[in-house]
T-cell receptor, first 117, second 116 residues
Framework: AQKITQTQPGMFVQEKEAVTLDCTYD???????LFWYKQPSSGEMIFLIY??????QNATEGRYSLNFQKARKSANLVISASQLGDSAMYFC??????????????FGGGTRVLVKP | GAVVSQHPSWVICKSGTSVKIECRSL??????MFWYRQFPKQSLMLMAT?????????EQGVEKDKFLINHASLTLSTLTVTSAHPEDSSFYIC????????????FGPGTRLTVL
């Protein structure tokens, strides 16, 4: 089974509107971390936001927020007030186990976002 | 903060030659770095985990004799693709682990390797 699933291969969003990128995960480990990265066409991977499995509140970083629903095993990324520069590939990733356990990340297949002016 | 550089950004080489890619954490020390490979329109695939002062840990299916990893200092890891062949052409991207807090991996800008 896929450990990280991003069901939306691509989506359009109107500039200034919000967009939600879906991510579901599969793990039996009670300790894990969830990350979102942005990959523009240049190729670099830009860290956006992190949610720990024991965090009580949803993470927020500027225009990015993470809708963490632990029981449903979902960690959707919400981008508010979309900008043209948000056009990129977005990857959800998971680290299973506590931080000392190796810190390897498993990535989802990604969602391509295109912001329309 | 948390800047990772990678050099070169692109390289073209002839089949049979070796290519070295450097990954540096510029403003933090990283005992652990990671090397990934990404094919066009696909996700990242972890190749190996590089630990400073010890041997790298390779993922299943990755040839350790072909992809040599050296993590000689707390800010530098190198990946050498030995006897490169056209099928090794890909986008190679490294990350450095910023320990503490969320233990986030910060990525370099990647290296595009083309083997002729």
């Amino acid at each position: 089974a896929q450990k990280i699933t991003q069901t939306q291969p691509g989506m359009f969003v109107q500039e200034k509107e919000a967009v939600t990128l879906d991510c579901t995960y599969d793990t039996s480990d009670p300790s894990y971390g969830l990350f979102w990265y942005k990959q523009p066409s240049s190729g670099e991977m830009i860290f956006l936001i992190y949610q720990g499995s024991y965090d009580q509140q949803n993470a927020t970083e500027g225009r990015y927020s993470l809708n963490f629903q632990k029981a449903r095993k979902s960690a959707n990324l919400v981008i508010s007030a979309s900008q043209l520069g948000d056009s990129a590939m977005y990857f959800c990733a998971m680290r299973e186990g506590p931080r000392a356990a190796g810190n390897k990340l498993t990535f989802g297949g990604g969602t391509r976002v295109l912001v329309k002016p | 903060g948390a800047v990772v550089s990678q050099h070169p950004s692109w390289v073209i080489c002839k089949s049979g030659t070796s290519v070295k890619i450097e990954c540096r954490s510029l403003d933090f020390q990283a005992t652990t770095m990671f090397w990934y490979r990404q094919f066009p329109k696909q996700s990242l695939m972890l190749m190996a985990t590089s630990n400073e002062g010890s041997k790298a840990t390779y993922e299943q299916g990755v040839e350790k004799d072909k992809f040599l990893i050296n993590h000689a200092s707390l800010t530098l890891s190198t990946l050498t693709v030995t006897s490169a062949h056209p099928e090794d052409s890909s986008f190679y991207i490294c990350s450095a682990l910023l320990a503490g807090g969320s233990d986030t991996q910060y990525f370099g800008p990647g290296t595009r390797l083309t083997v002729l």
